[in-house]
C-alpha cells in the first residue's frame, strides 16, 4: 500500500513538472503621480458564471477556479470575497480627493487540492489572473490592464503544516499577497513583481 501511494505520488510530480514551471506576478500598473489624489469610491469583483469550478481531489485538477483553503462552499462567493478584502487593504491609505472606482474581472484563480497539499513537496502555485478598470465617477474610463498576474508559491508537504502552525493560512497568503499586488499597481508600496519556476499546474 505504501508504496503504491509511493508509486502515484511520484506519477503525479511527473504529471505537474511536465506542465509550464515559469510562474509570475507581472503587470504594469501606474505611477504614484497619477494617483496620488484618488480615492477609491464603488469597488465591483466580477467572478464570470463561465469559468469552471473543480472541486475533485486529484493531483492536477483542471478548471478556472480551483480552491481549498475554506471550507466546500460557494467558490465563486469565496474568491469573490478574498479579492474585495485584498482591495480595501491594498487601497486604504489612498484619500484623495478624486472618487475613482474600481472594477476586477477574475479570470483565473487556480490553487492546488487537497491531496496535492498533503501528499507533494516544494509543489504547488496559486494562478491568478484578472483585469482591472478604472472609471471615473461619470464612468469613462481612465485607466485599465487586462491579464494581472499574481501567482504566488503553494505550499504542500511539511512547507504546509509549517505556514499553517504560523497562522499562514492558504487565505491569509493570498490576501496578504493580492493587497500588496493592488496596492503597487496604483503606485505605492512595495514592487511584488517577480518571476519563479515552480513544479505546479
Same mark, same amino acid.
Given at each position: ?6 508509486? %502515484? ?5 511527473? %504529471? ?30 466580477? #467572478?464570470? !458564471? ?10 492536477? +485538477?483542471?478548471?478556472?477556479?480551483? $480552491? &481549498?483553503?475554506? +471550507? ?6 469565496? #474568491? ?14 489612498? *484619500? ?11 479570470? =483565473?484563480?487556480?490553487? /492546488?487540492?487537497?491531496?496535492?497539499? =498533503? ?5 504547488? #502555485?496559486?494562478?491568478?489572473?484578472? !483585469?482591472?478598470?478604472?472609471?471615473? *465617477? ?9 491579464? #494581472? ?24 497568503? /493570498? ?5 500588496? %499586488?493592488? =496596492?503597487? $499597481? ?6 511584488? &513583481? =517577480? ?7
Amino acid at each position: 500500500m505504501i508504496r503504491r501511494r509511493f508509486l %502515484v505520488a511520484a506519477a503525479s510530480m511527473a %504529471v505537474l513538472a511536465g506542465c509550464a514551471t515559469n510562474w509570475s506576478t507581472n503587470y504594469g500598473g501606474l505611477n504614484a503621480s497619477d494617483t496620488r489624489n484618488w480615492r477609491i469610491g464603488t469597488v465591483t469583483v466580477n #467572478v464570470p !458564471d463561465t469559468l469552471t469550478v473543480n472541486e475533485s481531489d486529484s493531483y492536477s +485538477p483542471d478548471g478556472d477556479i480551483v $480552491w &481549498r483553503g475554506e +471550507p466546500a462552499g460557494d467558490r465563486r462567493a469565496q #474568491v469573490q470575497d478574498i479579492f474585495e478584502e485584498s482591495i480595501k487593504r491594498g487601497t486604504r491609505t489612498m *484619500r484623495g480627493g478624486q472618487t475613482v472606482n474600481l472594477n476586477v474581472e477574475v479570470k =483565473k484563480f487556480h490553487g /492546488i487540492s487537497d491531496i496535492a497539499r =498533503k501528499n507533494l513537496s516544494v509543489s504547488g #502555485v496559486h494562478n491568478i489572473t484578472f !483585469d482591472i478598470t478604472i472609471t471615473n *465617477r461619470s464612468g469613462a474610463v481612465i485607466a485599465q490592464e487586462a491579464d #494581472v498576474k499574481a501567482d504566488l508559491i503553494a505550499y504542500s508537504g511539511q512547507d504546509a503544516i509549517d505556514a499553517e502552525a504560523q497562522g499562514q493560512t492558504q487565505r491569509v497568503r /493570498i490576501v496578504n499577497h493580492l493587497s500588496g %499586488v493592488f =496596492k503597487n $499597481w496604483f503606485g505605492h508600496g512595495t514592487d511584488m &513583481r =517577480k518571476t519563479f519556476a515552480r513544479m505546479g499546474r
